[in-house]
């Protein structure tokens, strides 16, 4: 029986005997590389793309919250003008006049209507602003249906109190959009215009 004769004898032997298979492994390194890259390339807009939106999203909550503050700056002082007003016609037993009322209403910061910015506030500060929206709400509807000279005396504690919560509530929302856009600056200038709610 015939001895069947080695394949590979020498280095130059087995590089000519296996030049295929490696010709063949090479290629397939070289398809592996060129889909990386491929790849890479493909992704690399999505991700910036991604970054970009995540700027521009941050950019929008943060301008939304500094607008909210200024709002609720002016929301707290007419919250204290129409205190003051309620407390005037009370002593004067002046009879309600739509006239009277229409400087009662408060007005709700715009940027709460806009939920595209809102719903980029944390959960805990979405929930705060759609509580303080509702306070202003009820203010509003229990001025709509006062009376005579402002209702009975339950009626006017009632809407007394729910002003003195608006007060407390815009002060509170307002410390937390401070803290939440890190603006020392803005909550030192809190603490010097605001002084404490209307008795």
Not at 28 to 57: F, N
Not at 71 to 95: D, G, H, K, P, Y
Not at 144 to 169: K, M, P, W, Y
Request: hydrophobic content about 40%; glycine content about 6%.
């Amino acid at each position: 029986m015939s001895e069947i004769a080695p394949i590979c004898t020498g280095f130059w032997s087995c590089a000519y005997a296996y030049q295929t298979l490696a010709a063949g492994f090479l290629a397939v390194l070289a398809g592996l590389g060129t889909a990386w890259v491929i790849w890479r390339a493909a992704h690399l807009p999505v991700r910036e793309e991604s970054k970009r939106q995540e700027r521009q999203r941050k950019r929008r909550r943060t301008h939304g919250q500094i607008v909210l503050m200024g709002e609720l700056a002016t929301v707290r002082r007419r919250a204290s003008q129409s205190t003051a007003s309620i407390r005037v016609m009370i002593a004067n037993n002046t009879s309600l006049t739509d006239a009277l009322k229409s400087g009662l209403y408060l007005s709700l910061p715009a940027v709460l209507s806009e939920w595209e910015v809102v719903s980029l506030f944390p959960d805990e500060l979405q929930q705060k602003c759609m509580d303080f929206a509702n306070d202003v709400h009820e203010h509003n509807n229990d001025v709509e249906r006062a009376g005579g000279a402002f209702g009975d005396n339950n009626f006017r504690r009632q809407v007394l109190g729910r002003l003195g919560e608006i007060e407390q509530a815009a002060a509170a929302l307002r410390t937390n959009l401070a803290v939440e856009t890190k603006s020392p600056v803005k909550t030192t200038i809190l603490a010097r215009d605001f002084g404490p709610p209307s008795p």
